[in-house]
């Protein structure tokens, strides 16, 4: 955090890099509250960690995150930060397919719910409810947050999409990917034509679901039928897929582009009754991939897992609800956030790789909920001890060597 100011400008007051770690360090800790600080005032061992004299109260940490906040406007005050504590992750996750490897950036919107409340920018969203909705991007299959902004409730999804994403795509950069090797994914609120030319200037690849609004179902039914293939599918049951490469958005004539169509047609229930009229159900997505229709729709239809980790963040570390009834600062407390989650998800890939694992899991990461209760809440005893704190963890503590392991690589 160098680039933020450590000097203290009186004596007794803290450093921004103080209130930050502090911050971070309640949210790794799955508690967003400010009061929540009041638990660890007199905890030895957090001061030392963080290499503290003492521990701010809760009415100063409101405080200076409200000042913090306002210096965060454009909300990027942490970014560099992020990227540096992302160099230290060895592996993000790649796609891999027949032909190429991908690193996806996954960017979606994600509705925090604020029921009965007056907080600043706290609007009707689209699930019915007053809230924000920010907007997050995720790298690798790992789930590592590269970024997020919060919103007001009522803001679409596209408005600010480019700059966010040019955003995230410059700081993948700065970890050293290259542009070729990243691959872009986002739902139909994004299908906008500035920001496929945004996407084609930045040289990535990008999978976007590609919104029908109110172009006939039959049109697409009789191209597929016409220009594609049809898949194996039960009785009464038709899919067509098929690749337009005619087909493209007002404005991006000029892009190397392609339209995937997927096309369902039903004439029968599952239970072999007859539909008077048939359904057709109709998918459509945007694409530059150099990949045939069935691996394009298969790492779309991959997608969906940041759903998961929008549950880990929010969920997880107990961020339904933003403390603060200021704007600013509850952006500042979802950035500040981002640090946290890393953490907790780079030590729960750490802890996979350890062969002290108590339990052998076959799964390709951990739950954040799951690296809280194993690594974070364990039961330890804080002893001092000739000046020297020790911590002191039971003869009959599963994940002790596990995270010993852990702390040494971290």
């Known amino acids: 955090m160098d680039h933020l100011t450590t000097s203290k400008t009186k004596r007794g007051e803290f450093s921004h890099s103080d209130i930050v770690k502090m911050a971070v360090t309640l949210l790794a800790n799955g508690k967003s509250d400010f009061a929540d600080i009041d638990l660890y005032r007199n905890d030895s061992l957090l001061k030392t960690i963080l290499n503290l004299k003492t521990v701010a109260s809760a009415a100063t940490l409101r405080q200076r995150l409200n000042e913090l906040g306002e ?3 454009d909300q990027t005050l942490l970014d560099e930060y992020i990227v ?9 996750g790649k796609l891999v397919t027949p032909t190429s490897s991908y690193i996806p950036l996954d960017i979606d919107v994600s509705v925090m719910l604020q029921p009965d409340c007056h907080k600043e920018k706290v609007s009707w969203t689209y699930h019915n409810a007053p809230g924000y ?4 991007c995720y790298l690798g299959t790992q789930g590592y947050m590269l970024g997020n902004e919060l919103r007001p409730g009522s803001q679409h999804c596209s408005k600010g999409a480019i700059e966010f994403t040019q955003r995230c795509i410059a700081k993948a950069q700065k970890l050293g990917l290259q542009a070729e090797e990243l691959l872009i994914r986002a739902d139909s609120g994004h299908d906008d034509n500035d920001y496929f030319k945004a996407l084609h200037e930045a040289d990535v690849k990008f999978l976007v679901k590609h919104n029908l609004r109110k172009e006939p179902l039959e049109q697409y039914l009789a191209l597929a039928k016409h220009c594609g293939h049809r898949m194996p599918s039960r009785d ?3 899919i067509y897929r098929c690749t337009l490469s005619h087909r493209k958005p007002d404005g991006c004539e000029d892009i190397p582009m392609f339209m995937i169509v997927e096309v369902t047609e039903r004439m029968t229930t599952p239970d072999g009754d007859a539909l008077l009229i048939p359904e057709i159900e109709v ?11 069935a691996v394009c729709i298969e790492l779309y239809y991959d997608h969906g897992t940041s759903e998961q980790f929008h549950s880990e963040f929010k969920t997880d570390m107990g961020l339904e609800s933003l403390p603060s009834g200021k704007f600013a600062t509850n952006a500042l407390i979802l950035n500040l956030a981002a640090i946290a989650y890393n953490c907790l998800r780079f030590i729960g890939q750490e802890a996979l790789n350890c062969a002290e694992i108590p339990v052998k899991l076959n799964v390709a990461r951990r739950r954040l909920r799951s690296v809280l209760q194993d690594m974070i809440y364990v039961g330890c005893k804080i002893v001092l001890h000739a000046n020297t704190i020790c911590i002191r963890f039971g003869c009959d503590c599963l994940w002790f060597n ?6 040494t690589r971290c």
């Open 84 to 92: 540096n504590h992302l160099r230290k992750v060895h592996d993000y």
């Open 236 to 238: 009464g049951k038709n």
């Open 71 to 73: 210096c965060n406007s």
């Open 402 to 407: 596990c995270i010993k392991k852990v702390y």
């Open 133 to 136: 909705a920010p907007i997050f």
């Open 283 to 293: 998918s459509t997505w945007w694409t530059n991939l150099c990949e045939d229709e």
